[in-house]
């Protein structure tokens, strides 16, 4: 069949490469007449194939077609007209002359928006599907019989040109390879179109274009996105016409804080905010609009509009000009699908690619005398007229980064000086809570104020995840390639370890650590951690996957790893750097941005990010009983994913044949390790009976030794409880073990001195029916159970009759034993011959209602990723 293609751009050759590839012979090509010296690309390509290509400027003339364009037309024989995204007055001559007709692509689901500007008005009307028409063309205004259509879901905030990329245009291209297959076919179907729904709307003009302000806030955002980009929608204030660009009606959690805007007509003023311009419809919804064009022609982002309003653009001097005009070259070389560099061309959204930002940073460092700029300058400068302001404030040598400015509080501790940051971190600000609540935070060694900390208010949760997901969505944590993110992380653990006295010391202040301990495990550990999934950054993949192929065609599978998005990761108070290093190191890793709650008494904070739309994930370390309630919030909000680390109660199983020296270090360790506030502390000790009365009398003798005291003197043993309540709590434990029976071998009391101390405390002659049996302390309380000689299934029972299953552990020289029994526990760890062995590379979560996920390791980035699969058939 042999086929005259009429039309023009990227769509029309994309049309003509697909209908050459078929085996279609297209006998000529008709596109516009070049522009401004270049060729459209439907000519160009037509050309290096040696096909004939014309460039009528017009085919008639005062409706009358023109007889030599119509001469040249019928000399080719063409037996069907295509006509992708046609421009021109095709006259009728033309259109009926083939065997077959003309059949002709418009971007609408004819018979609604009829016309030019279909898109824009498919946008403007709110419509919930979108998509395209193939029909056969005739003298109407596009009223033809229609071949075939195909609509998709026009998204929220869709615009034209995502639209168009996502949709009409990929998928357009084979609708019309598809249309001509059927017309070679016999197959193709004539459905006439009907009158009911059609509309007539015409081409968009700027004139028309001006913002119609008493309308709901859904309307106003819809005629603005189908403006977009072309011709604007606009409206005046401040004395100019401002066209509104980039328009969302997502604004969870914004909070319209900032300058206002006032606009004639408006229901109320707009507010310029960090995130962009938020715009009110007169039902008193927003939204949000993030570029704004002056009537100059600049465009700027929203949120700059009164730095732009005053000119805070540079001028440039003579020499400046020049460099910017050899800047444009630079980027016309790089960018060489882009007709014309404009100050508005975006760098990433023009096709530029990792390399090409290595490239201009060394062409930067070659035209401007050895100027270095660094990657991310890129990255946040990435349309042509931003990146001249910042190329040439560097040139000029001004800072545009202020210092951050803190709010410390300053302490002389531990032969240091400590400043610490006690307000909310909230948008790479540190800023005051909600009406500036705050709460003391105590230190446990002595009951004295450390400080008062800002206390997070719920408004404060909405804006922080609105950062978040700004971070996450637009801002440079979501650009950057995995290898720089690396890095970053790198870079942190780093700063970490060089102020590791510092936040060891914090540690002891606030959380009652033994310095040494907190030097070694709460900090050391944290370090490593940052360091460990720093490596994995550029180490998350996909694969590829072998399907049923779907002959005579081939599929190709693969899968990808992808970032949540915003998580919420709340820690406990145990180890408050730890766990958060734990938790915030993965999520970071796989490309997340974070929310973090502490442990404090705000529980309605944690409760707000398990129920916040905008949050993916939740990470909690805690109780079994929040655990189960944020579950269930998780659930309910928005099916968010979660990761549950909760209570433990983790057997710790002792054989007669064990090394009865190491069994009662660590038995020790096992449970004092931290003053006993560790989540995988050895909840229950299983002594076998015939060394049992040894065992309990060497750790009496050990218990005896330790020194409790200031957790900052190099050689206590033992700090102080984290809070006053927990001192309480643990008090009630040991006098409910005695009253149901337990003998009480030492401890059990407050030490008596200022601060939160509890002594080391064992208790034996535990049955399994009592209280102290089944339910965790949580701190340094040693609870002894006697088992008998040789009955190792029994002990098993017992140490698996708990809902809890965190870790366990087991002592015994033989190997056989140790494997029989590590296979049997029912826990998440299972330590032999040793405690407390944790590891930056071994994940660790729990069974049964200790919860579910994993931290630390492989397994943990698994936790903050979610898989796609991408099938393509070739």
């Known amino acids: 069949m042999k086929i005259a293609v009429i039309g023009q751009s990227l769509f029309g050759q994309e049309v003509y490469c697909h209908l050459k590839k078929e085996g279609y012979e297209v006998v000529g090509v ?29 085919w008639r ?74 029909f056969w063309a005739d003298d109407g205004l596009d009223t033809g019989d ?54 007539y709307e015409g081409i968009q003009k700027k004139e028309m274009a001006k913002i119609n302000w008493d309308q709901p806030a859904e309307t106003i955002h819809n005629w603005i996105r189908g403006n977009d980009k072309v011709p604007g929608a606009w409206t005046e204030a401040c004395g ?111 096709g530029a690619a990792s390399v090409d930002v290595v490239r201009l940073v060394e062409e930067v460092k070659e035209l401007c ?108 944590w979501g650009k950057i390639n995995a290898r720089d993110r690396g890095r970053l992380l790198y870079r942190l653990a780093d700063l970490m370890e060089q102020h590791q006295e510092e936040l060891a010391t914090i540690e002891a202040l606030d959380a009652g650590a033994v310095y040494t301990l907190a030097l070694k495990t709460h900090v050391g550990m944290s370090i490593q951690t940052f360091q460990y999934f720093a490596g994995w950054c550029d180490k998350i993949q996909g694969s590829t996957i072998p399907i049923n192929q779907a002959r005579p065609n081939r599929n190709l599978t693969f899968t990808r790893k992808e970032p949540i998005g915003v998580c919420g990761i709340v820690i406990p108070w145990n180890y408050p750097l730890m766990m958060l290093s734990w938790k915030t190191a993965a999520c970071l890793a796989a490309g997340n941005t974070v929310v973090i709650k502490p442990a404090q008494e705000s529980t309605l904070v944690g409760q707000r990010l398990s129920d916040h739309p905008d949050v993916r994930k939740i990470g909690f370390t805690g109780s079994t009983e929040v655990g189960k309630h944020i579950m269930k919030s998780c659930a309910l909000s928005n099916v968010k994913k979660v990761s549950l680390e909760l209570g433990g109660k983790s057997p710790l199983i002792i054989f007669a044949d064990c090394d009865l020296n190491k069994a009662v270090q660590m038995g020790m360790s096992s449970v004092f390790f931290n003053k006993g506030e560790n989540c995988i502390a050895a909840g229950r000790l299983f002594v076998e009976d015939s060394i049992h009365d040894q065992f ?76 102290i049996a089944k339910e965790e302390s949580f701190g340094p309380i040693m609870i002894i159970s006697r088992f008998a000689d040789g009955d190792v299934d029994a002990v098993l029972s017992r140490a698996n009759a708990t ?27 299972v330590f032999i011959n040793t405690y407390n062995k944790t590891d930056v590379a071994a994940p660790f979560g729990g069974f049964k209602q200790s919860g579910f996920g994993k931290d630390l390791g492989e397994a943990a980035l698994n936790e903050y990723l979610r898989i796609k699969t991408i099938t393509f058939e070739y």
Request: proline letters at 6%.
């Open 240 to 350: 100019q016409k401002l066209t509104f660009f980039n328009s969302t009606l997502n604004t969870s959690g914004l909070m319209p804080e900032g300058e206002a805007l006032p606009i004639p007509g408006a229901h109320q003023p707009g507010v310029v905010t960090k995130a962009g311009l938020v715009l009110f419809g007169n039902d008193n919804k927003m939204l949000l609009v993030k570029n704004i064009q002056l009537e100059d022609g600049k465009m700027i982002p929203a949120s700059h509009f009164f730095q732009g309003a005053a000119g805070d653009a540079l001028e440039l001097t003579e020499e400046e000009l020049v460099t910017a005009e050899a800047m444009r070259s630079v980027w016309q070389r790089i960018l060489p699908n882009v007709l014309k560099v404009e100050d508005s061309t975006d760098f990433f959204k023009s």
């Open 369 to 476: 005398d050895g100027l270095e700029l660094e990657n991310e300058d890129v990255y946040m400068a990435t349309t042509f007229g931003d990146f001249v302001q910042l190329l040439v404030r560097k040139l000029r040598g001004e800072d545009e980064h202020s210092d951050q400015v803190i709010d410390y509080v300053e302490k002389s501790v531990n032969k240091l000086t400590l400043r610490m940051p006690h307000q909310l971190f909230i948008g790479g600000k540190f800023v005051d809570a909600e009406g500036a609540k705050t709460y003391d935070t105590i230190n446990p060694a002595d009951g004295s104020v450390i400080c008062q900390v800002s206390l997070a208010q719920l408004t404060d949760v909405d804006k922080a995840v609105a950062a978040a997901k700004d971070a996450f969505e637009n801002g440079l």
């Open 146 to 199: 229609i071949l075939l259509q195909k609509e998709c879901e026009v998204l929220q905030d869709d615009t034209v040109s995502t639209l168009y990329n996502r949709f009409l245009f990929p998928e357009g291209i084979k609708g019309m390879v598809q249309a001509v297959r059927l017309i070679a076919e016999g197959r193709a179907p004539r459905l006439p179109q009907p009158e009911e729904g059609a509309t």
């Open 30 to 58: 008709f596109t516009i007449p070049d522009k401004d010296g270049k060729a459209d690309p439907l000519g160009l390509e037509a050309e290096k194939d040696g096909v004939p290509v014309f460039k009528f400027p017009r």
């Open 696 to 771: 309990v009398q060497k750790v009496v003798e050990e218990v005896r030794k330790m020194k409790i005291g200031n957790p900052l003197d190099r050689d206590t043993n033992h700090g102080p409880q984290n809070h006053e309540a927990h001192l309480k709590k643990l008090l009630e434990y040991c006098q409910r073990g005695v009253k149901e029976g337990a003998t009480l071998v030492c401890g059990g009391s407050q030490v008596p001195r200022p601060g939160f101390f509890f002594e080391p405390t064992v208790l034996t002659n535990v049955k399994d029916d009592m209280f």
């Open 61 to 134: 003339l005062r409706g009358q077609a023109l007889p030599e364009v119509v001469t040249q037309y019928q000399a080719l024989g063409a037996e069907l007209n295509v006509l992708p995204f046609c421009s021109q007055f095709i006259p009728m001559e033309v259109i009926n002359a083939p065997r077959h007709g003309s059949i002709i692509y418009h971007p609408s689901l004819l018979p609604r928006h009829r016309g030019a500007s279909a898109i824009n008005w498919t946008l403007i009307h709110g419509d919930k599907k979108g998509g395209f028409t193939i």
């Open 803 to 829: 809902e809890f299953g965190l870790a366990s552990g087991v002592f015994t020289r033989d190997i056989n034993k140790a494997l029989y029994v590590s296979d049997k526990l029912q826990a998440g760890t």
